[in-house]
């Protein structure tokens, strides 16, 4: 059988219209040279060069050969840069969806922690509510996602990672500024069952809110406000309470901004992995998800400390 490294030394000598010349090009030894080319001409029947004491030709066969081995090797070679460049891509790029208040706290410091280790690693991150983070997992935008839990168990799969509290977050010189717990009866003695609703998503919103049903603690839902940045900017001007998340209220600029727990029941999300069913993840990928699930709670803890004193 021929080889790449046979079509290879024909063009040379093609090229060159000399054995020493393509010899030193390929850097082999003339006779070795000379034993490929025999090869060749064997395989296609038919003398390729005419060789004389003072030059070589190429043959009418060697001309046809050589249309065909120039586009064998061009494309071989275009293929080369082709799964070069996909490995930098696809192997390499770790790509991946987070919801804005893991987003604006713990991933970047996972990341920062990763890339000191593995300084290759490149990352493509974007953030966004939960339900576009899974759009973008389902759809395969992105390698994984890191969010609530989903609903959707069939077409998602959930790794959890840590439970983030829902609190009340509360600005000074409301009534409840100085208080270190509440339940939900609270709220309602304080004439405070329209309750306005932080970063969450609906589908999260709706379980929270069959929790109260269930438990029977009157409620209505207030304003539902959807981006995490226009909520902190609500609670950095002092103008309301709310009910968001641990992770959500750490991201606050604020320093006078307190988080009460709201107990009888206790509501929480799962913050986790999100992927699809039967995932096989790149090595890059798999290395990162590895690293995430041995840190991420440690980083999580370090992102709410100053709400949790």
């Given amino acids: 059988m021929i080889s790449l490294d046979d079509l290879r030394a024909f063009l040379a000598v093609a090229r060159h219209e000399s054995f020493v010349e393509a010899a030193e ?45 120039e586009i064998v090797v061009r494309e071989f070679e275009n293929f080369k840069d082709f799964s070069g460049r996909f490995a930098r891509e696809h192997l390499v790029k770790i ?26 690693a490149e990352f493509e991150v974007r953030d966004a509510d939960a339900n576009t983070v899974f759009r973008w997992v389902q759809e395969r935008q992105l390698d ?31 009534r409840f500024f100085g208080r270190t717990n509440l339940d939900w009866s609270d709220l309602k003695k304080a004439n405070m069952e329209k309750l306005d609703w932080g970063v969450l998503s609906y589908l999260a919103m709706g379980s929270f809110l069959k929790t109260l049903e269930r438990a029977e603690i009157p409620h209505e839902r207030g304003k539902k406000i959807d981006h995490l940045a ?55 990928v798999a290395s990162f998800l590895e690293h995430i699930q041995e840190n991420f709670h440690a980083h999580y803890q370090a992102s709410v400390q100053r709400f949790c004193d």
């Fill in 25 to 69: 090009e390929l850097c082999i030894t003339p006779p070795a040279l000379s034993r490929r080319i025999k090869k060749l001409e064997k395989f296609v029947g038919d003398p390729l060069f005419e060789r004389t004491t003072q030059m070589v030709a190429i043959t009418s066969s060697g001309q046809i050969l050589l249309e065909r081995a």
């Fill in 95 to 120: 790509r991946f969806g987070c919801i804005w208040s893991a987003a604006g706290s713990v991933v970047p410091s996972l990341i920062r922690e990763y890339t000191q280790i593995n300084k290759d």
């Fill in 144 to 174: 994984f996602g890191i969010s609530m839990r989903p609903e959707d168990t069939k077409s998602l799969h959930f790794t959890p990672l840590c439970r983030d509290p829902i609190m009340l977050a509360c600005p000074p010189g409301h």
């Fill in 230 to 284: 226009t909520q902190l900017g609500f609670l950095e001007a002092h103008q309301r309470a709310m009910i968001m998340p641990l992770l959500g209220i750490s991201l606050s600029r604020a320093p006078d901004i307190r988080s009460i727990p709201i107990a009888s029941p206790a509501l929480f999300r799962d913050i986790g992995i999100v992927t699809l069913p039967n995932y096989k993840p790149s090595r890059a």
